[in-house]
């Protein structure tokens, strides 16, 4: 392996994918530099897993085009593509050795012997396994099979690496560290990586950027701190880290709106994101929790609620609150805070600039009935 090689950019551009009436993905564009780590996240069928499927060449375009370096590759089979990919379920041969499996791309390119044992040699020392070139798949666990499939894609130094969701059948820890060893990997080769997952805290962890998947569209383009801190839609706003949405009626008043929250109004510096409804979004680290009439309450914006979980995390406590009109709260408390006991009157507080003011797009009926984003 070549180490510290440029990847290829990649250009997407209208692509369509359908599926008799079905339409997967609406006419989606990106571009993604070379050497970037991008990472596709969305829920199940959203369009994630055919956008990498399309690039790989697995899936035919209905329309549109895709560009990898400078060549357009929408009419090239998959094993012309120059492409490494890394699946799930690690597609290892069992008959073959951890070598043999890693060597296997590089004898179809009918490479020299000795240049293939120098790759081999080089890609198992890059996932730290060298000294497991002789065992077999099943001498494996879990995450040393996932990184003889990671080996495997890399040894040919393709310029573009696609992940479909690689660590979702690995346990919490392996899977974490596991995430570690991907981007230090990512950062030797500067191969290009574009990594499919539906779990927001892996796509936080890798990224560079994040494109954010829904019903066949990219909903929002960007680095996971624009996504988390500053959501252009309510979707990416529920579907990046925790939140409080509270919806109602709205008016403008001056330079800030006002939305009614049970009997209630709460306020936000700016005018309405368009003419519909309006929803507020509230992160669990802005909000503040306080006994009622304790006079402790940070900010001007405050609603009464009720507890009614508390979660100790270990380096803070996660409160669920319930508020008069039914709304469901989150709030995130460091230990040094007061503490609360299921079933306390709290008053809800934050500061008005700490919230986001989007379009009511729906997600927000999801929230309040508890449906899995």
């Not at 690496?161 to 596991?178: F, Q, T």
């Not at 252009?232 to 009626?249: D, H, P």
């Not at 805070?337 to 379009?359: I, T």
């Amino acid at each position: 392996m070549d180490a510290k090689h440029r990847g290829a950019a990649v250009d997407i551009r209208d692509v369509t994918k359908t599926y008799g009436t079905f339409t997967a993905l609406d006419k989606v564009s990106l571009q993604i530099e070379a050497g970037q780590f991008m990472t596709f996240l969305g829920p199940s069928g959203s369009g994630k897993t055919t956008t990498l499927n399309v690039i790989a060449g697995f899936t035919d375009l209905t329309a549109g085009e895709i560009l990898i370096g400078e060549r357009s590759v929408g009419n090239l089979p998959a094993h012309k593509r120059n492409v490494g990919v890394v699946f799930q379920h690690y597609a290892l041969f069992p008959h073959m050795t951890v070598a043999g499996n890693v060597e296997y791309p590089l004898k179809l390119r009918k490479l020299p012997k000795a240049d293939r044992a120098r790759r081999v040699a080089a890609a198992l020392a890059m996932v730290h396994l060298t000294d497991f070139a002789h065992r077999y798949p099943a001498e494996l666990s879990g995450g040393q099979q996932q990184r003889v499939a990671l080996a495997r894609a890399m040894v040919f130094d393709p310029p573009l690496l696609l992940m479909d969701e690689p660590l979702g059948a690995l346990d919490k820890k392996l899977r974490e560290w596991l995430q570690l060893e991907i981007k230090r990997i990512h950062r030797e080769l500067g191969t290009t990586f574009v990594y499919v997952t539906h779990d927001q805290e892996e796509a936080l962890a890798l990224s560079d950027r994040i494109a954010v998947f829904n019903k066949g569209r990219i909903e929002q383009v960007g680095s996971g701190r624009d996504l988390y801190e500053r959501p252009e839609t309510l979707f990416v706003g529920r579907f990046i880290g925790e939140s409080t949405v509270l919806t109602g009626a709205h008016e403008t008043r001056g330079d800030e709106t006002a939305i009614k929250v049970g009997d209630q109004w709460v306020g936000i510096p700016g005018r309405p994101a368009g003419a519909g409804p309006q929803a507020l979004l509230l992160r669990p680290e802005r909000i503040t929790l306080a006994r009622p009439g304790t006079g402790a309450v940070a900010g001007t914006n405050r609603l009464p609620a009720r507890v009614t979980e508390a979660i100790y995390l270990g380096s803070g406590v996660k409160y669920e609150v319930t508020l008069a009109d039914g709304t469901r709260g989150i709030a995130r408390m460091t230990l040094a805070d007061d503490h609360f006991a299921l079933g306390d009157p709290v008053e809800v507080a934050w500061q008005k600039h700490e919230a986001r003011l989007l379009a009511d797009d729906g997600s927000s009926l999801a929230a309040q009935s508890g449906e899995d984003k």
